[in-house]
């Protein structure tokens, strides 16, 4: 490895155990809710820019924010609690004193204090999130076994970048729930160093890339954020909050939140998959496809 990215790794590592952030004494998890405060910032309500948003009354519009927030953090949980399993795999038969691996020690105790750190915020917004499909569950617990270490690195550098953004709209959102914009402050900070060292990581694997593997790559991080989406986009929710026809609704709904989930939360994560020629005669006709933007 060279010498200027075992510093890196030194420093991140030093970082993580100098300054750690726990979520017990960083949120103030005690704060009332009132009724002025946020979920979530409106252009990332999934319904937002349909006709049918404008009907809903302002305790349908709350209720709407509360639970696709939920949803998010349920997303989080469960791809952060994946990839710990596949982080302690890669680690497992390497030296002790070995860099990557004390570096991805870290990681997991990081990603594990994230995952609580979400349920105990989905229990704080006192709604139960909507689980998972089976063919979701299915699907996760495959690749996380299957997939080899540079599609899984990917996978979780595209969650990570993705929610990144989002998490900065959450924390800059004016009159956000304090709960949430601290959960949010935490993450962005702590995943920054995870996305520094997973981009440093992955370099080895994208700069050598030629048209099959970088098509690849471009599949993976698709897939992730096809993953997250439909995840995150519930007819469930449409027919808890009192929408008549949800499951047309979401249909609907659905292209639409794409094209604007994608300006507003993976611009970064566009330029990465560019960066290693992601965006081909094969790759561009599936993004514009499945994610709706012209890639
Ligand atoms: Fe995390
Ligand atoms: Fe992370």
């Given at each position: 490895?060279?010498?200027d990215?075992?510093?890196q ?57 509360r639970?696709?927030v ?39 105790v990081?990603?594990?204090r ?9 229990e704080n ?8 499909t089976?063919?979701?569950r299915?699907l ?16 979780c550098l ?19 729930f304090?709960?949430?914009q601290?959960?949010a ?6 995943e ?20 099959w ?13 096809w ?8 007819a ?17 709904a659905f292209?639409n ?39």
């Open positions: 490895m060279p010498t990215q075992l510093a790794i030194e420093r991140l590592i030093r970082i993580s155990k100098e300054h750690p952030l726990l979520p017990e004494t960083f949120i103030p998890w005690n704060t009332a809710e009132r009724e002025e405060h946020v979920f979530l910032a409106e252009k990332l309500v999934s319904l937002s820019n349909h006709p049918i948003y404008s009907a809903l009354t302002t305790v349908q519009k709350r209720e709407l924010a639970r696709e939920v949803q998010a953090m349920y997303g989080y949980c469960w791809s952060e609690g994946l990839f710990c399993l596949f982080m302690t795999r890669y680690i497992l038969h390497r030296a002790p004193d070995d860099p990557e691996r004390r570096f991805l020690l870290r990681e997991i990081e990603e594990s994230h995952q609580e750190m979400f349920a105990d915020t989905i917004l006192g709604r139960k999130p909507v689980p998972l089976r063919f979701h299915w996760g617990g495959v690749c996380v076994k299957l997939f080899p270490p540079d599609f899984a690195f990917l996978s595209a969650v990570e970048m993705m929610a990144d953004r989002y998490g900065e709209h959450l924390r800059k959102e004016p009159g956000i304090p709960v949430l601290k959960v402050q935490l993450h962005n900070i702590e920054a160093r995870h996305i520094l060292f997973t981009k440093m990581l992955l370099k080895r694997y994208t700069d050598t890339a030629g048209f593997r970088s098509t690849m790559y471009s599949l993976v991080v698709l897939l992730n954020m993953f997250f989406q439909s995840t995150y986009v519930r469930e929710i449409y027919r808890d909050i009192g929408v008549q026809n949800p499951a047309r609704i979401r249909r609907q292209a939140y794409q094209r604007r989930f994608a300006e507003e939360c993976l611009d970064s994560l566009l330029e990465f998959v560019n960066s290693f020629n992601g965006f081909n005669v094969l790759t561009r006709p599936l993004w514009r496809w499945v994610m709706k933007i012209q890639a």
